[in-house]
């Protein structure tokens, strides 16, 4: 989901949690989500649902009602008016909210475990899956090249993307947006966070673009065939069929144009790909351990190397995965390692890391992108 380290569901450590409130008498019986992007494989763990869709029926949990959650949405609505949002806006969108005990469930039960690269991709990178994007990138085709000359970002790559987030647009969400976003907000674990994309929330309505009501979303609040978060969307979505609204629910141009903006403003460039896949001998990696991994960005950013030269990668050992010598450029590449699979990955892969921060995640969209050439 554009989501995060950023909307990054990802590998909060709810086991710390659950310690916290058995400690406090609180009884919290975690569930695992239903798939996972970080979304999010933070590098190993399995992400939540790429397409985090209304969060499945879990047992009924006591939340600290530390603030009542009362007197807590008093307190918010106050601030939603002396930010300047209307009475009749504060109204219908946050009078007589009332905290959804799954969504807090959904939020403490981020898995943890790790299935494997193979598994993780496997559920997801499918035949009816790839069947499907190729059907569609005819359908669209024409629609594709404009955006890739708007913005320069090849077409299969938001095929994969929509793939991976709402399967091609089919799973959305159904949770209330202001309900799953207040209850994130009162919920204390990640309290700023949602909090903000509160007020972005508001400030969609607000300028109208959708009308509250039909405002759905995952139960983390992301939102549309896009998945974005309300901040993502005031920043990156965009309206390219031209009526006049940016519409991430019902509208394919405004979606995949909205994606294309989006890893855009990550820093994609049209004339590379994301990478490929490698092999690395035993040898090769006692020689590559001496390289340093990456020291800011989100968490599968620093689990990745810095990038080398391709020359330097094949002095070291590294080869194409038939074998063969890596492709004579002066381009540079990092080395991300899931297990039993290893990869040499460019810039635009960051753009993806940038969309949901999470190899599994990422790597599965390269993958998928590739199947749709």
């Given at each position: 989901?554009?989501?995060?380290?950023?909307?990054?569901?990802?590998?909060?450590?709810?086991?710390?949690?659950?310690?916290?409130?058995?400690i406090a008498g609180v009884a919290v019986t975690a569930q695992a989500p239903q798939q996972g992007t970080p979304p999010t494989a933070p590098t190993s763990p399995v992400p939540a649902p790429a397409?985090?869709?209304?969060?499945?029926?879990?047992?009924?949990?006591?939340?600290?009602?530390?603030?009542?959650?009362?007197?807590?949405?008093?307190?918010?609505?106050?601030?939603?008016?002396?930010?300047?949002?209307?009475?009749?806006?504060?109204?219908?969108?946050?009078?007589?909210?009332?905290?959804?005990?799954?969504?807090?469930?959904?939020?403490?039960?981020?898995?943890?475990?790790?299935?494997?690269?193979?598994?993780?991709?496997?559920?997801?990178?499918?035949?009816?899956?790839?069947?499907?994007?190729?059907?569609?990138?005819?359908?669209?085709?024409?629609?594709?090249?404009?955006?890739?000359?708007?913005?320069?970002?090849?077409?299969?790559?938001?095929?994969?993307?929509?793939?991976?987030?709402?399967?091609?647009?089919?799973?959305?969400?159904?949770?209330?947006?202001?309900?799953?976003?207040?209850?994130?907000?009162?919920?204390?674990?990640?309290?700023?966070?949602?909090?903000?994309?509160?007020?972005?929330?508001?400030?969609?309505?607000?300028?109208?673009?959708?009308?509250?009501?039909?405002?759905?979303?995952?139960?983390?609040?992301?939102?549309?065939?896009?998945?974005?978060?309300?901040?993502?969307?005031?920043?990156?979505?965009?309206?390219?069929?031209?009526?006049?609204?940016?519409?991430?629910?019902?509208?394919?141009?405004?979606?995949?144009?909205?994606?294309?903006?989006?890893?855009?403003?990550?820093?994609?460039?049209?004339?590379?790909?994301?990478?490929?896949?490698?092999?690395?001998?035993?040898?090769?990696?006692?020689?590559?351990?001496?390289?340093?991994?990456?020291?800011?960005?989100?968490?599968?950013?620093?689990?990745?190397?810095?990038?080398?030269?391709?020359?330097?990668?094949?002095?070291?050992?590294?080869?194409?995965?038939?074998?063969?010598?890596?492709?004579?450029?002066?381009?540079?590449?990092?080395?991300?390692?899931?297990?039993?699979?290893?990869?040499?990955?460019?810039?635009?892969?960051?753009?993806?890391?940038?969309?949901?921060?999470?190899?599994?995640?990422?790597?599965?969209?390269?993958?998928?992108?590739?199947?749709?050439?």
């Amino acid at each position: 989901m554009a989501i995060m380290d950023s909307v990054g569901f990802s590998r909060m450590h709810w086991k710390a949690l659950i310690v916290a409130f058995v400690i406090a008498g609180v009884a919290v019986t975690a569930q695992a989500p239903q798939q996972g992007t970080p979304p999010t494989a933070p590098t190993s763990p399995v992400p939540a649902p790429a397409s985090p869709v209304a969060a499945p029926a879990s047992p009924e949990i006591q939340v600290d009602a530390s603030p009542n959650f009362s007197d807590w949405l008093t307190a918010l609505i106050k601030e939603a008016q002396t930010r300047g949002y209307s009475e009749g806006l504060v109204s219908e969108t946050l009078q007589g909210l009332t905290p959804l005990e799954h969504v807090i469930q959904s939020d403490r039960s981020q898995a943890e475990l790790n299935p494997g690269f193979d598994r993780y991709l496997s559920a997801r990178l499918t035949p009816a899956l790839v069947k499907r994007g190729k059907e569609l990138l005819a359908e669209n085709r024409p629609l594709l090249r404009r955006i890739e000359k708007s913005y320069n970002v090849q077409g299969r790559f938001l095929l994969a993307i929509w793939a991976m987030e709402t399967r091609y647009g089919r799973i959305t969400g159904r949770v209330p947006v202001f309900q799953a976003l207040a209850t994130l907000a009162w919920e204390p674990r990640r309290a700023s966070y949602f909090r903000g994309e509160l007020f972005d929330a508001l400030t969609m309505v607000q300028r109208g673009n959708i009308d509250a009501k039909t405002m759905t979303s995952s139960w983390a609040g992301a939102m549309g065939q896009t998945q974005f978060m309300p901040s993502s969307y005031l920043k990156y979505a965009v309206d390219f069929d031209g009526d006049d609204r940016r519409d991430i629910w019902g509208s394919i141009p405004d979606t995949l144009a909205s994606i294309a903006n989006y890893l855009k403003g990550f820093g994609w460039t049209r004339d590379q790909t994301w990478g490929r896949e490698v092999k690395v001998t035993a040898a090769a990696r006692s020689r590559i351990a001496a390289i340093p991994k990456r020291t800011e960005g989100c968490y599968a950013i620093r689990n990745m190397t810095i990038r080398r030269p391709l020359s330097d990668w094949q002095r070291l050992g590294v080869r194409s995965l038939n074998g063969r010598a890596l492709p004579k450029s002066d381009r540079s590449a990092a080395l991300v390692d899931v297990g039993t699979r290893k990869f040499l990955v460019y810039t635009n892969y960051d753009a993806i890391l940038g969309y949901n921060c999470a190899h599994y995640y990422a790597l599965t969209v390269a993958l998928i992108a590739d199947r749709l050439q």
